[in-house]
């Protein structure tokens, strides 16, 4: 572990000839950092160093409670998404290789943390599955991740974030290959069928989709079909209702600050 500043830094083991390199993607983030995304909710930034893309992370900063949490009894997100990249390639789950966290730490809390790992250059994420249905090859991509899911269920890996935007995919002459991103929220533990069935609520709205995911699902896992579509909707449609009416409360709030 080195220390500059404030910042706590764990760097892994493949990358600890890289020291430097890695406290100057943490130390000059704004200065020399190309930003990647909106940075609306966490801020993103790409490197050129260690003979890669780096990908930095920079999370929001937490609020009063969570700057005590973080820094005395919950591993911060930075330190969780660390822990849980090198679990995942531990099973042979894909994610794009982790190289250190830093946390900007004080006495009284933690001010903010920072999570760097490869940047993995995808062909599309599932978004794309859900915005285009004439997308090239779209229902033998559909049900290939719906076998990645079962692989991480059966590696018993609940990833709590399993959303459009979350999953990478690249092509490849076998197939496709498929990337875990934002890994802060996950659990490991033999998970049930209720609990399967419920992960894939987020995905997509779009109801010949969940039909295939929970064919494909039902073949491998030895599901009756129809009862797996039907529980699978079931948790797409009541998600779907609780996003729409969280949305519109949103725009009602918004408009009587605005009044």
Not at 124 to 137: C, F, G, I, K, M
């Amino acid at each position: 572990m080195e220390q500059a500043f404030h910042y706590d830094f764990t760097i892994a083991e493949p990358f600890l000839d890289h020291q430097k390199e890695v406290l100057t993607c943490v130390l000059q983030f704004e200065q020399q950092g190309e930003l990647f995304g909106d940075g609306e909710r966490n801020e993103i930034r790409l490197f050129d160093a260690l003979g890669m893309r780096v990908n930095v992370k920079r999370f929001k900063n937490p609020n009063i409670v969570n700057t005590w949490v973080y820094r005395y009894i919950r591993p911060s997100k930075a330190e969780r998404s660390f822990t849980y990249a090198e679990k995942l390639i531990s099973l042979g789950i894909g994610t794009p290789k982790p190289i250190a966290y830093a946390e900007n730490k004080y006495w009284n809390g933690l001010k903010d943390s920072y999570y760097l790992s490869e940047h993995l250059e995808c062909d599309l994420t599932y978004r794309e599955l859900v915005h285009d249905a004439n997308y090239p090859d779209h229902e033998a991509i559909l049900r290939a991740f719906t076998r990645f899911t079962f692989k991480l269920h059966e590696s018993g890996v609940l990833f709590k974030d399993h959303s459009p935007g979350n999953t990478l995919i690249k092509k490849t002459a076998a197939g496709y290959e498929f990337f875990l991103v934002d890994l802060n929220r996950m659990e490991f533990k033999t998970l049930s069928k209720a609990e399967r069935i419920l992960n894939f609520a987020r995905l997509t709205p779009v109801e010949d989709m969940v039909r295939v995911m929970s064919d494909e699902y039902a073949d491998l896992a030895g599901y009756d079909a129809q009862d797996t579509f039907e529980q699978m909707w079931g948790h797409v449609s009541r998600f779907q209702h609780k996003y729409h009416r969280k949305r519109r409360l949103k725009k009602k709030l918004l408009f009587w600050r605005k009044r």
